[in-house]
Nanobody, 112 residues
């Protein structure tokens, strides 16, 4: 089970930190990712982190967002800086292994 938190309303240029809490003892074997889905658009992968902690980012967020994981706490994070209205979306946590798991999503709204 994956549970996201940390979403909310933020002004352009602001920052938010999303968290994803994973249940179970096998968190470390999963490739973890953050996806987002804006209204009327498809869900897109924006950041992914390997089991060893190597990150990858979509071009749209590179340099502004940082993905990290704490395997000792079974936690995934997304630090989002310099947010713009185009970042408004529901953000989802994903665990990819032999199966794929999704959280329920957390809303991020960037607006003045």
């Amino acid at each position: 089970q994956l549970v996201e938190s940390g979403g909310g309303l933020v002004q352009p240029g602001g920052s938010l930190r999303l968290s994803c809490a994973a249940s179970g003892s096998t968190f470390r074997v999963y490739v973890m990712g953050w996806y987002r889905q804006a209204p009327g658009k498809q869900r897109e992968l924006i950041a992914q982190i390997s089991t060893s902690g190597a990150p990858n980012y979509a071009y749209s967020v590179k340099g502004r967002f940082t993905i990290s994981r704490d395997n000792t706490k079974s936690m995934l994070y997304l630090q989002m800086n310099n947010l713009t209205p185009q970042d408004t979306a529901v953000y989802y946590c994903n665990a990819q292994g032999s199966s794929s798991f999704w959280g329920q999503g957390t809303q991020v709204t960037v607006s003045s």
